[in-house]
């Protein structure tokens, strides 16, 4: 079975522009969920989708937004770029409610530079 | 808010000792503890797990413990070896929320 996949693996962009990045799950699996990984703070939870629903999210501000689409594959979007925006972003999928398992698998993460 | 504290953020060993990570979560809705392992510009690595209605498991060399009324938890390693040397995380699950620790830098020296 195919692990995560993310697109793109690499991407710089400039201040103020805003960025789409790519998660699609393990098949099977129906949740996704989004980190973003920063040798400052750590892995720090973003949000959590399932059935092309937002179940929670974590504190940040609202130019980090995400969906999800029926085949489960999800998207984050951040708009307005700023320098502490720069990250690795990794997505995580999972299995859903209703299976009893709550395993997470990682994909291998975006690397954002912003400039 | 929930938070997740890990000690100690640096673990340093000699090959064939033992390491323990210990963690520490606030929020009682969690209820799914899962450790992960990251190596220098890999995806964290699920290693073992433990649900709230379970106290220790153990896989091999690895073993996590959890005492939910103290809210902590930890991750034991017997017999390091170089290999596992390597960032580890551990995380707390609940209401489709996973919260990770700052996580701790283990150096297995052969």
């Known amino acids: 079975k195919a692990g995560v996949t993310q697109t793109p693996r690499y991407l710089i962009k400039t201040r103020g522009q805003q960025v789409t990045l790519s998660c699609s799950p393990i098949?099977?699996?129906?949740?996704v969920s989004w980190y973003q990984q920063t040798p400052g703070q750590g892995l720090q939870f973003l949000f959590e989708?399932?059935?092309?629903?937002?179940?929670n999210k974590g504190n940040f501000p609202g130019r980090f937004s995400g969906r999800q689409f029926s085949n489960s594959r999800s998207e984050m979007n951040v708009s307005t770029l700023e320098l502490g925006d720069s990250a690795l972003y990794l997505c995580?999928?999972?299995?859903?409610?209703?299976?009893?398992?709550?395993?997470?698998?990682f994909g291998p993460g975006t690397r954002l530079t912003v400039t | 808010g929930e938070n997740v504290e890990q000690h100690p953020s640096t673990l340093s060993v000699q090959e064939g000792d033992s390491a323990v990570i210990k963690c520490t979560y606030s929020?009682?809705?969690?209820?799914?503890f899962p450790w992960y392992k990251q190596e220098l510009g890999k995806r964290p690595q699920l290693i073992i797990d433990?649900?709230?209605?379970?106290g220790e498991k153990k896989d091999q060399r690895i073993a996590v413990t959890l005492n939910k009324t103290a809210k902590h938890f930890s991750l034991h390693i017997t017999e390091t070896q170089p290999e596992d040397s390597a960032v580890y995380f551990c995380?707390?699950?609940?209401?489709?929320?996973?919260?990770f620790g700052a996580g701790t830098r283990l150096f297995v020296k052969a």
């Open positions: 433990i649900r709230s209605n379970v």
């Open positions: 929020d009682s809705a969690s209820n799914y």
């Open positions: 995380a707390g699950t609940g209401g489709f929320k996973t919260i």
């Open positions: 098949s099977g699996h129906r949740s």
């Open positions: 995580a999928s999972s299995l859903g409610p209703g299976t009893e398992s709550y395993e997470q698998y």
């Open positions: 989708y399932f059935s092309e629903t937002q179940r």
